[in-house]
């Protein structure tokens, strides 16, 4: 399901529970030497498939060109680079007794991906709570 990268919040419950997002990047210039990635006035050279590894108060950090990067929370929230992002409820991070490493039931993220699907926000507040 897709995640709004301009809401802070989203993007952060979207990792807690699933993992992962999977985004389309605009790719800047300024952004193919550095380690972290900020906002940038440097021209878009392309685009880039990449997944997070997580978040913390500086950003969400990637993994790219087999390193890690961080974009930082003003450039990921801008609108401006982020092009899509999605969440995906896959089997490889759930094991066979239907618990995610993050120990939240399969059953529960389907249903929070039926929420995202339809608009809506995230789940409910007992899991949001770990934010």
């Not at 300024?30 to 990635?37: F, L, P, Y």
């Not at 399969?106 to 991906?113: H, Q």
């Given at each position: 399901m897709s995640v709004?990268?301009?809401?802070k919040k989203q993007v952060q419950a979207?990792?807690?529970?699933?993992?992962?997002?999977?985004?389309g990047v605009r790719l800047p210039r300024?952004?193919?030497?550095?380690?972290?990635?900020d906002v940038t006035n440097s021209?878009?050279?392309?685009?880039?498939?990449?997944?997070?590894?997580?978040y913390d108060g500086g950003g969400v950090p990637?993994?790219?060109?087999?390193?890690?990067y961080l974009i930082t929370w003003?450039?990921?929230?801008?609108?401006?680079?982020?092009?899509?992002?999605?969440?995906?409820?896959?089997?490889?991070?759930?094991?066979k007794d239907n618990l995610a490493?993050?120990?939240f039931a399969?059953?529960?993220?389907?249903?929070?991906?039926a929420i995202i699907g339809q608009g809506g926000g995230f789940c409910d507040g007992e899991r949001l709570a770990r934010l």
């Open positions: 709004d990268c301009t809401n979207a990792i807690l529970l699933f993992g992962s997002i999977k985004l300024a952004w193919q030497n550095s380690a972290v990635w021209m878009k050279v392309g685009g880039h498939d990449i997944p997070t590894v997580g990637i993994a790219s060109w087999s390193r890690k003003p450039a990921f929230t801008s609108g401006d680079y982020i092009t899509e992002a999605y969440v995906v409820l896959s089997p490889q991070w759930y094991g490493p993050n120990g399969v059953d529960k993220l389907k249903a929070d991906l």
